[in-house]
């Protein structure tokens, strides 16, 4: 009796994973449309969000597909992220609770609906679905090139395939990806410093029509320029959210321009008093080459040591010199320097120099701020390859 029992038990269990594994179709009331979500106030959130909705009234689903989630728990996480090899995964989730989470961040939140047959509806839930198993759902993230927004129109036309024409004379103007991002950015705040201070040349071309999709905001354009079979993809596009993005108060004391120019000054206070006095800061010398050689350690992680495409070629490098890190200890001890230090003084301004070349001839947009930065270290090189040329000849 016992073993008929387990028996049946057993049997039960299987038939009802295969009948979840077995996949519904979709009615012929079912709605398949592509969510675009405004900025955010974080940074991580101020490019937007895309993302697929399926509805289907007769099966009783409202589900969110969403390419743009990934997991805390991976083992290593901090690591992965910063070297650019951190998994993205497709997740699912419910369309009231993916609503909800956009209330609660003051966030719009726009739907097009698409001009799909049944058929089409139906081959597009089950790629998703497909895509959304353990085993296909995670995928190698790129800021630029693969993220949530790109997704979209690559899932498109991998299920509709050449009957899916994505129009590209809608551009008015073509930007470079660094003209782009800052399309996302407030002027004269840290995020933008900090993201043109880590991204490298790569990133100051020219984007065609279809890299400018890695910004939800031209998803949503580019779906509203786009064909099947003639006829336009979106059938109707309408709000559901309607919130004005709120961003926070900017104050120009908190700004990097502020900090930047007050610390400016400040040296050149100092530079002009040691100069009339034949002394040197040495707790200045230490900090400006320690911040510099910092920095610069980390723009070469980013360059060479990660997987992100958007850091290569990064010539704030120069400025921003790693070797500047070793050579602040030398500058802050009261015993002479070392000899080669005269010479490492000289490189220092054409550095500086170069910066400004690569910046002229368009191969590299610095940060704005930067100039602010030049001037500040171009007035202490100055200063130190007198001191220790004229004054200190012998404290090389």
Same mark, same amino acid.
């Not at 120019?261 to 100069?275: K, P, W």
């Given at each position: 009796?016992?073993?008929?029992?387990?028996?049946?038990?057993?049997? =039960?269990?299987?038939?009802?994973? =295969?009948?979840?594994?077995?996949?519904?179709?979709?009615?012929?009331?079912?709605?398949?449309?592509?969510?675009?979500?405004?900025?955010?106030? $974080?940074?991580?959130?101020?490019?937007?969000?895309?993302?697929?909705?399926?509805?289907?009234?007769?099966?009783?689903?409202? #589900?969110?597909?969403?390419?743009?989630?990934?997991?805390?728990?991976?083992?290593?996480?901090?690591?992965?992220?910063?070297?650019?090899?951190?998994?993205?995964?497709?997740?699912? =989730?419910?369309?009231?609770?993916?609503?909800?989470?956009?209330?609660?961040?003051?966030?719009?939140?726009?739907?097009?609906?698409?001009?799909?047959?049944?058929?089409?509806?139906?081959?597009?839930?089950?790629?998703?679905?497909?895509?959304?198993?353990?085993?296909?759902?995670?995928?190698?993230?790129?800021?630029?090139?693969?993220?949530? =927004?790109?997704?979209?129109?690559?899932?498109?036309?991998?299920?509709?395939? $050449?009957?899916?024409? !994505?129009?590209?004379?809608?551009?008015?103007?073509?930007?470079?990806?660094?003209?782009?991002?800052?399309?996302?950015?407030?002027?004269?705040?840290?995020?933008?410093?900090?993201?043109?201070?880590?991204?490298?040349?790569?990133?100051?071309?020219?984007?065609?029509?279809?890299?400018?999709?890695?910004?939800?905001?031209?998803?949503?354009?580019?779906?509203?320029?786009?064909?099947?079979?003639? $006829?336009?993809?979106? $059938?109707?596009?309408?709000?559901?959210?309607?919130?004005?993005?709120?961003?926070?108060?900017? #104050?120009?004391?908190?700004?990097?321009? !502020?900090?930047?120019?007050?610390?400016?000054?400040?040296?050149?206070?100092?530079?002009?008093?040691? !100069?009339?006095?034949?002394?040197?800061?040495?707790?200045?010398?230490?900090?400006?080459?320690?911040?510099?050689?910092?920095?610069?350690?980390?723009?070469? !992680?980013?360059?060479?040591?990660?997987?992100?495409?958007?850091?290569?070629?990064?010539?704030?490098?120069?400025?921003?010199?790693?070797?500047?890190?070793?050579?602040?200890?030398?500058?802050?001890?009261?015993?002479?320097?070392?000899?080669?230090?005269?010479?490492?003084?000289?490189?220092?301004?054409?550095?500086?120099?170069?910066?400004?070349?690569?910046?002229?001839?368009?191969?590299?947009?610095?940060?704005?701020?930067?100039?602010?930065?030049?001037?500040?270290?171009?007035?202490? #090189?100055?200063?130190?390859?007198?001191?220790?040329?004229?004054?200190?000849?012998?404290?090389?």
């Amino acid at each position: 009796m016992k073993l008929h029992k387990k028996v049946f038990f057993s049997l =039960s269990l299987l038939l009802t994973f =295969s009948g979840l594994s077995q996949r519904p179709e979709l009615s012929s009331k079912a709605q398949i449309s592509v969510l675009t979500c405004g900025a955010g106030s $974080e940074l991580y959130a101020a490019f937007g969000h895309t993302a697929f909705r399926i509805q289907d009234a007769n099966l009783g689903i409202d #589900y969110v597909y969403n390419y743009g989630t990934f997991d805390f728990d991976t083992p290593n996480f901090y690591s992965k992220f910063a070297r650019g090899k951190l998994s993205y995964s497709l997740s699912g =989730s419910k369309f009231s609770n993916f609503l909800y989470t956009y209330q609660l961040e003051n966030r719009w939140v726009k739907e097009q609906l698409l001009r799909l047959n049944l058929q089409e509806k139906n081959d597009l839930f089950r790629f998703l679905e497909n895509n959304r198993k353990p085993e296909n759902r995670d995928y190698k993230y790129d800021f630029l090139f693969d993220n949530c =927004s790109t997704k979209i129109p690559f899932v498109l036309k991998t299920v509709l395939g $050449e009957k899916l024409v !994505f129009g590209s004379d809608h551009l008015v103007s073509r930007f470079t990806f660094r003209e782009l991002i800052h399309q996302n950015l407030k002027m004269n705040s840290w995020s933008s410093f900090g993201i043109d201070l880590a991204l490298g040349a790569v990133i100051d071309k020219k984007a065609s029509a279809k890299e400018h999709l890695f910004l939800p905001n031209y998803v949503l354009d580019q779906l509203n320029h786009t064909t099947l079979d003639g $006829e336009n993809l979106v $059938e109707r596009e309408r709000i559901i959210l309607d919130i004005e993005n709120k961003t926070n108060g900017h #104050y120009f004391t908190a700004s990097p321009f !502020f900090w930047l120019l007050l610390f400016m000054l400040f040296t050149a206070t100092i530079t002009y008093i040691d !100069f009339k006095n034949d002394t040197r800061s040495r707790w200045l010398d230490f900090f400006l080459f320690f911040v510099t050689g910092i920095v610069g350690m980390f723009v070469f !992680f980013l360059w060479f040591l990660t997987d992100h495409s958007a850091t290569a070629n990064n010539f704030n490098i120069l400025w921003a010199f790693p070797l500047n890190s070793v050579v602040g200890f030398f500058l802050a001890r009261h015993t002479p320097p070392p000899h080669w230090l005269s010479k490492y003084l000289m490189l220092l301004p054409v550095l500086l120099i170069l910066t400004l070349l690569i910046w002229g001839l368009g191969i590299q947009r610095f940060p704005p701020l930067i100039w602010l930065v030049l001037i500040t270290l171009g007035l202490r #090189y100055a200063f130190l390859n007198h001191y220790f040329k004229n004054i200190h000849p012998n404290n090389r």
